[in-house]
């Protein structure tokens, strides 16, 4: 099986995003996935034109000539794809949007109607690869993940049973908290890339993710109020530096 990961964060190999994906990616290889994580940051993805003429004059392919014509040919190749993006104003980053963007040539032009009364169009490829998606917010809390949960279930009434799993981490900035300032919290954290290469080899071995794994995947790492202290600490220790 082939699993892709596309990380929508413009901090790339040091993000929380990455710190997320890559215990995903390490279950998924321990069951014999060919698994592989793509920094979007580090590639050429030019915004969408919105000229449609991947509809029309070159249907089924894009004018902008850059490096998206290689990754829709991964995306297409990949049996499970995952988008991860930290939460940028409640959604997902201009990185990860500009990406999603530039799938319409994968789409045909003409509208349908579904029996549930929503509105699509029908896809140009046969298969399309079964989806996960992660995103980590700032806040403690969930209510940062609103705009996202709302666009899945979305996603979701579209193409059932195509999304396996969503997980929604919040307190991400405790992800690249160093072990030794907070080993209790370093400990939770350990769990939770447990859970993660749990989830990476239930989705190669069985094609699913059990709902108990993704309960563990939401785990609290630090109460919401350790958290927003520690974060304000060292925003004062920032500022501080700064002044002087
Ligand atoms: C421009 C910008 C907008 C942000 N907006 C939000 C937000 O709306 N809600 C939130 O919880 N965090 C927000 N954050 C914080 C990031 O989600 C957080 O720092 C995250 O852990 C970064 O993940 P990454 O390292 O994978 O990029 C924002 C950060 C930036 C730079």
Not at 57 to 65: E, F, Y
Not at 146 to 160: G, R
Not at 193 to 198: D, N, V
């Amino acid at each position: 099986m082939k699993v892709t990961v596309f990380n929508g964060s413009p901090r790339g190999r040091k993000s929380n995003s990455h710190r997320i994906v890559e215990p995903l990616l390490e279950g998924a290889r321990e069951v014999g996935a060919e698994a592989q994580e793509v920094f979007l940051i580090e590639k050429d993805v030019k915004q969408c034109l919105g000229c449609f003429c991947c509809w029309s004059a070159t249907p089924g392919r894009c004018v902008l000539k850059d490096d998206m014509g290689e990754l829709l040919e991964l995306y297409l190749d990949s049996d499970c794809v995952g988008l991860a993006t930290p939460v940028y104003n409640m959604y997902m980053t201009g990185l990860l949007k500009n990406f999603t963007d530039r799938f319409l040539p994968l789409a045909t032009p003409h509208i349908r109607r579904s029996d549930d009364g929503t509105f699509y169009h029908e896809g140009r490829v046969r298969r399309f690869p079964r989806q996960f998606f992660i995103a980590n917010s700032g806040f403690p809390g969930g209510h940062n993940f609103v705009v996202l949960e709302s666009f899945y279930s979305v996603v979701k009434q579209m193409s059932p049973g195509n999304v396996l799993f969503e997980l929604y981490r919040n307190c991400g900035e405790a992800l690249s908290v160093p072990e030794e300032e907070h080993p209790e919290l370093a400990a939770r954290i350990a769990e939770f890339h447990e859970a993660l290469r749990q989830t990476g080899r239930e989705l190669v071995a069985s094609g699913e993710v059990a709902e108990a794994t993704v309960q563990k995947l939401h785990m609290e790492l630090i109460s919401d109020e350790e958290y927003m202290a520690g974060a304000n600490l060292q925003w004062d220790a920032e500022l501080g530096r700064a002044e002087a």
